[in-house]
């Protein structure tokens, strides 16, 4: 039987993720010709050569001839190719073995392409050398800690006033539903969602998971089986039922105020969840000291801005986490960087090198170099929008104890593997048993 609390990860890591990616699979035909290209590798990483098996598949009555060959590019450059000669029999089927050529550390995109009788194909797919040795050319800004220090403080001015509200329409069975709200920084109101176990003894303490919300996803109460766990939903300002004076086009969210450091709709965002931190503290039924974090897209970004910033956190999830080495998207993915450049666009005097710079200080590779509570990462190779060399440059300058899952045929999504870990993870280290 699952474990209840698995159940309730994989729904929370759906509601939470920006969009998911379909898995990539094995190219097929319908009933026709198709291949399988297995790796070397579970994960694709490999120390120097990549290997790759290519196997191809035909139930015709025909006889295929041609080739089957690869291709590496990085950033756009061939980096290296092969090509073997291929005869597959009818009703049979054939593999062939590439060893790829040595190369440095980094990650490379490979095409494997099938071009015979019948058939033509490509499978596509990324690869990693070394990752572990990435670093990040571009370091944080000497005064990164001193610009979230003052905005840390200036939310310290703003009073909470934090409220909950029952909805007893919306309980289930083992769980009461709360509405929860409290002023962030800038006096701007935010709301989510707080559901607690039913519980007779009217002392028991909870412990928690802050699910933090995925780009312009509305998050809702999430119910479980936990006897143990309180689940804390929240929609960060602009979104959901957080919106407000904050109420952009969804494209425009994330270049809102990009031009002034200061004012970036990121900084708010980011106070809204140490807020909310304040918010389990004020809470008597709730553990202080049993925090997890937990969120995919943005969610993840703001789940390593949000551990790094504030220490009373205890346990980081972050799945995918975009905005990540940020002098690096560019060239490398189109969202957000193609939607920051239209802006740019539209705005006198304004250049993509002025919002880089402010973008340094919302990086999430900058916040993970503070980030001491123990940390689990899941990524796609395949991600469009939060790529290997990226999240490997965030993850590997974590100083607190971590570990990483890499999903070599996903994209911007983890597996089931992902969650059931992140329960067990969990409960461990709560002593939840």
């Known amino acids: 039987m699952a474990n209840p609390s698995n159940k309730i990860f994989f729904l929370l890591l759906c509601l939470l993720t920006f969009a998911a990616i379909s898995p990539a699979v094995a190219q097929d035909d319908e009933e026709g010709i198709s291949t399988v290209l297995t790796s070397a590798s579970k994960n694709a990483i490999f120390d ?112 909470p006033n934090f409220k909950v509200t029952p909805m007893p329409k919306m309980n289930t069975d083992n ?14 109101t935010i709301r989510g969602w707080m559901t607690v176990p039913i519980s007779s003894n009217k002392n ?8 933090l919300p995925g780009y312009q996803v509305n998050l809702l109460p999430i119910t479980g089986l936990d006897e143990d766990l309180a689940i804390i939903t929240l929609n960060v300002r602009g979104q959901g039922n957080s919106r407000g004076p904050i109420d952009t086009r969804r494209d425009e969210f994330i270049f809102y105020r990009v031009e002034d450091r200061d004012k970036y709709v990121m900084r708010g965002v980011i106070m809204d969840c140490i807020r909310a931190v ?51 998207l560019d060239g490398e993915v189109t969202w957000p960087i193609n939607d920051i450049k239209k802006y740019v666009r539209t705005q006198p005097g304004l250049t993509f090198t002025k919002v880089l710079d402010n973008l340094n200080y919302y990086d999430g590779k900058n916040f993970a170099a503070n980030l001491t509570c123990n940390t689990i990462m899941g990524i796609g190779l395949l991600d469009p929008y939060a790529p290997p060399y990226n999240e490997y440059g965030t993850f590997n300058i974590i100083p607190g104890k971590k570990k990483l899952l890499v999903f070599k045929d996903l994209g911007h999504e983890v597996s089931q593997v992902y969650k059931d870990l992140e329960g067990r993870w969990m409960r461990d280290a709560f002593a939840l048993f």
Request: charged letters at 25%; one cysteine or more; proline letters at 4%.
């Open 48 to 159: 120097s050569n990549a290997k790759y098996t290519f196997e191809v598949k035909n139930p015709t009555d025909v006889v295929q001839e041609g080739t089957v060959s690869y291709l590496i590019t990085q950033h756009g450059k061939k980096i290296g190719s092969g090509t073997q000669k291929a005869h597959i029999g009818k009703k049979a089927a054939e593999k062939y073995t590439f060893e790829l050529p040595a190369l440095k550390s980094g990650f490379y995109k490979v095409n494997f392409m099938v071009n015979i009788s019948e058939y033509d194909d490509t499978t596509r797919r990324v690869f990693g050398i070394k990752p572990e040795e990435i670093r990040s050319k571009y370091p944080k800004p000497a005064d990164f800690d001193a610009f979230w220090q003052k905005a840390k403080a200036e939310l310290a001015q703003v009073k």
């Open 278 to 328: 304040d918010f389990v503290y004020a809470q008597p039924n709730l553990k202080h000291d049993n925090i997890l974090v937990s969120g995919g897209s943005m969610g993840g970004y703001l789940a390593i801005a949000t551990a790094s910033l504030d220490k009373r956190v205890n346990l980081c999830s972050a799945q995918n986490p975009i905005l990540c080495d940020v002098n690096n």
């Open 175 to 188: 769980r009461k539903v709360y509405l929860i709200e409290m002023q962030s920084l800038d006096n701007y």
């Open 204 to 211: 028991r303490k909870f412990s928690v998971l802050l699910g």
